[in-house]
């Protein structure tokens, strides 16, 4: 293993830099996600960069009831997978370390868009977020930074934190990782028992249910822009199936495109199917929101796009969602 374990900000400080430092935050408990997200930090590094991962449970993020104590704490498993992926070093720091005195008296604080989704359901979880990302950039001083886009609404409040406080680091976010029946990959899926599993392949089905909405409204506009306004338009979009839209193809032309109502309704529909399973899903929140605010989209918007899930299956809660575009052929 070349993959060197540091435990201070004294130790990081006195390795040698040489070319660009890319650094992975995580909270441990490592999997093939985390692996991917050393690779790109890799590419980005090149050879003569650095890589460095960061394995801390953050207190500041969990609330009462949630599960920091029972949060998977894996280091030597972690090590290795950083080292096949390509990590040069492994910062795995004290509570001490990074809360020095106890907890800090003065924090970030996520604003607005941190209160919506994931903060409205866990109340002051983006201040944490941001005040360890906060502390953890500073102790690491990288030139690029890497998160998943799994925790979009968190990549989102990196991406404003570092905009707006003038961090002078570069953020990437890195495609969700999935297994091969389609759950996004957490370290909280290990909590699920074979029943619950079956039952979180919800989340991701629904993502691809409201996907699958969205994209075949986008084709049915693209035929409807390309065939003239005419009674070959009406048979064109009967063609596809859209028997009503084809009776009346000029508002389907100027409707906007995607329908976020429709995607947003053939996402429910497999959510709320999932209610009805052994054990349920519990549905925490679904919504289609502007990734600039995290703000519900409404008719007529165009644009990037997130629909995100949560809910819970058994005492586990688990997120997901996938990004979407509106308008993409105007």
Excluded: C, W
């Amino acid at each position: 293993m070349t993959t060197a374990l540091l435990s201070t900000a004294d130790e990081l400080h006195a390795r040698v830099r040489r070319g660009r430092r890319a650094v992975v935050m995580t909270m441990g408990a490592l999997h093939d996600g985390h692996a991917t997200l050393i690779r790109t930090a890799r590419e980005i590094a090149g050879p003569d960069g650095e890589v460095v991962v960061t394995v801390f449970v953050n207190p500041l993020q969990f609330g009462a009831g949630e599960d920091l104590d029972r949060y998977p704490r894996t280091l030597d498993a972690d090590l290795k997978i950083a080292d096949q992926a390509g990590a040069d070093a492994v910062f795995a720091p004290s509570v001490d370390e990074v809360y020095p005195g106890g907890d800090p008296q003065v924090r970030i604080t996520a604003g607005p868009m941190g209160e919506r989704l994931e903060g409205a359901s866990r109340p002051g979880h983006f201040d944490g977020v941001l005040t360890v990302v906060a502390k953890l950039l500073h102790l690491t001083r990288p030139d690029v930074a890497l998160y998943g886009q799994k925790d979009a609404q968190q990549l989102a409040l990196i991406r404003r934190m570092v905009r707006d406080l003038n961090f002078g680091v570069d953020i990437v976010g890195v495609p969700t990782v999935r297994e091969e029946d389609g759950l996004a990959l957490s370290s909280r899926n290990r909590y699920l028992s074979p029943d619950e599993r079956r039952t979180a392949l919800a989340l991701s089905r629904a993502l691809f249910a409201g996907r699958d909405r969205h994209a075949a409204q986008e084709a049915l506009r693209a035929r409807a822009r390309e065939v003239p306004s005419t009674h070959a338009r009406a048979e064109a979009l009967s063609a596809l199936g859209e028997s009503r839209a084809a009776a009346d193809a000029h508002a389907v032309a100027t409707a906007s495109p995607g329908g976020p109502a429709a995607v947003r309704a053939a996402a429910r529909q497999v959510l709320d199917e999932a209610a009805r399973l052994v054990p349920p899903l519990e549905l925490d929140y679904l919504a289609l929101v502007d990734p600039s605010d995290f703000t519900e989209i409404g008719h007529g918007f165009t644009g990037e796009a997130v629909l995100a899930v949560a809910a819970r299956v058994g005492t586990t809660r688990l997120i997901d969602n996938l990004p979407l575009t509106f308008g993409a052929a105007s």
